[in-house]
């Protein structure tokens, strides 16, 4: 029996914090308050009853985001 791979459409990026701020060549603060606004998707992955949250945002998020803020 072949193994089965995973499609490539649901590989799933997920980026920390200071990857997207340095992507958008921006602070850690300024990636938060676009979380804050709404304008970026987050995914927690942090363990269960974790007193700190791991936020990710997954890839597509980020895309999308840019693709909103480029029609402004």
Same mark, same amino acid.
């Given at each position: 029996?072949?193994?089965?791979? /995973? #499609?490539?459409? @649901?590989?799933?990026? $997920?980026? @920390?914090?200071?990857?997207?701020?340095? %992507? $958008? =060549?921006?602070?850690?603060? #300024?990636?938060?308050?676009?979380? =804050?606004?709404? =304008?970026? =998707?987050?995914?927690?992955?942090?363990? /269960?009853? @974790?007193? +700190?949250?791991?936020? %990710?945002? %997954?890839?597509?998020?980020? +895309?999308?985001?840019?693709?909103?803020?480029?029609? #402004?």
């Amino acid at each position: 029996m072949t193994p089965t791979r /995973p #499609h490539e459409s @649901s590989t799933t990026t $997920l980026l @920390s914090v200071a990857s997207v701020a340095g %992507r $958008l =060549e921006c602070s850690r603060m #300024h990636v938060y308050r676009l979380i =804050e606004a709404g =304008e970026l =998707e987050i995914l927690d992955i942090a363990a /269960p009853g @974790s007193k +700190q949250p791991k936020t %990710r945002i %997954r890839e597509s998020a980020l +895309q999308a985001y840019l693709e909103r803020a480029d029609t #402004h």
